[in-house]
Nanobody
Framework: QVQLVESGGGLVQSGGSLRLSCAAS????????MSWYRQAPGKQRELVAT???????NYAASVKGRFTISRDNAKNTVYLQMNNLKPEDTAVYYC?????????????WGQGTQVTASA
């Protein structure tokens, strides 16, 4: 079965950096669009960045220029490099894998990793 395991979260001071990793298993990684989402307390889960199986990356306006999503298909891993972190980036970050087969989307989620940027 598909399994996504995030790592790399933690506590940093405002302006600091973190690199999140999401290791995938049980899937043909290169066929999936991969994304990072986040959810802050009391807020809805929001899309942070997407890297399709082919095509250009996309970012939420709030993180553009500070975050970079990348993938290594040989390692079945997607990354999120987060620079110049701000307190408003504090959230649980989730890895998402999505594939469309015969017009039907399947989504898979990791368990999440906490990122806290202190003021």
């Amino acid at each position: 079965q598909v399994q996504l395991v995030e790592s790399g979260g933690g506590l940093v001071q405002s302006g600091g950096s973190l690199r999140l990793s999401c290791a995938a298993s049980g899937m043909t990684f290169s066929r999936y669009d991969m994304s990072w989402y986040r959810q802050a307390p009391g807020k809805q889960r929001e899309l942070v960045a997407t890297i399709p199986k082919d095509g250009n990356t996309n970012y939420a306006a709030s993180v553009k220029g500070r975050f970079t999503i990348s993938r290594d298909n040989a390692k079945n891993t997607v990354y999120l490099q987060m620079n110049n972190l701000k307190p408003e980036d504090t959230a649980v970050y989730y890895c998402n894998a999505r594939i469309s087969v015969f017009g039907a989307d399947s989504n898979y989620w990791g368990q999440g990793t906490q990122v806290t940027a202190s003021a």
